[in-house]
């Protein structure tokens, strides 16, 4: 399994991002799919995902302003982060499970920068 992550970058605190996440390989099961992030000097923390199907769940400190969704068809999870602020500063990490029993499979990690 291969995660293409894009579409990090700079923004304002206040304004929006869309990040991208592409799967490819073995993607005939997948038990969940989704985005986590890492601060500088932090551990890595989900931030939303799909589990088991529909099932979504999001860290609080983002609810109500970041929104997990996906194509299937294109084996993609996207992630709209609107209402950005400074502390959600981090690496941003696509990351997928087959099978609930399964470690995670990372991408690459796409930076986000937000400016106060």
């Given at each position: 399994?291969?995660?293409?992550?894009?579409g990090?970058?700079?923004?304002?605190?206040?304004?929006?991002?869309?990040?991208?996440?592409?799967?490819s390989?073995?993607?005939?099961?997948?038990?969940?799919?989704?985005?986590?992030r890492q601060a500088p000097r932090k551990s890595r923390e989900l931030v939303a995902v799909f589990i088991n199907g529909s099932n979504t769940e999001y860290a609080g400190s983002v609810k109500g302003r970041f929104t997990i969704s996906r194509d299937n068809a294109k084996n993609a999870v996207y992630l709209q982060m609107n209402s950005v602020k400074a502390e959600d500063t981090a690496v941003y990490f696509c990351a997928m499970k087959?099978?609930?029993?399964d470690?995670?499979?990372w991408g690459q990690g796409t930076e986000v920068t937000v400016s106060s």
């Open positions: 399994v291969q995660l293409q992550a894009s990090g970058g700079l923004v304002q605190a206040g304004g929006s991002l869309n990040l991208s996440c592409v799967a390989g073995s993607t005939s099961n997948v038990y969940a799919m989704g985005w986590y087959r099978h609930w029993y470690v995670n499979y």
